[in-house]
């Protein structure tokens, strides 16, 4: 199913979070760029990026609890991820960790596909 989306532009930023595997760190300039350029075509400003390299079973990554604060405190007004699965933190289910972000007035803004050029028509929201 595609969603419209359409973002008020606010005074208050957005976010962008990576985590991916040692392996994969070399792509990270690549997803930033991407991120960014989708950011831009919903008329968001250009995020402020938190990454983690690595898992850390049974903790939250340092970068996305750094986030996960901000966001609390009422600092961004939505969350750019190239799939929501990588917010999650250990111990809290989906629905209660996107009810947490919705209650901070923020959005969490799935990335459709990172493998092709994609239009505003596709975006998805998770919430």
């Known amino acids: 199913m595609d969603v419209t ?4 532009h606010g005074e208050r930023p957005a976010a962008a979070y990576l985590r991916c595997n040692p392996s994969g760190a070399s792509q990270i300039d690549w997803y930033r760029y991407e991120l960014g350029r989708f950011a831009a075509l919903l008329g968001l400003p250009g ?3 938190f990454e983690d390299t690595g898992p850390l079973p049974g903790e939250t990554p340092p970068a996305l609890a750094s986030l996960l604060d901000l966001v609390e405190a009422g600092v961004f007004q939505a969350v750019l991820v190239s799939r929501s699965a990588v917010l999650v933190p250990d111990g809290m289910t989906t629905t209660d960790f ?11 803004i799935e990335f459709p596909c990172l493998s092709r050029p994609v239009q505003a028509s596709e975006v998805l929201f998770v919430r």
């Open 5 to 8: 989306a359409t973002i008020q």
């Open 47 to 49: 995020p402020s990026f």
């Open 98 to 108: 996107v009810d947490m972000i919705a209650a901070a007035d923020c959005r969490i």
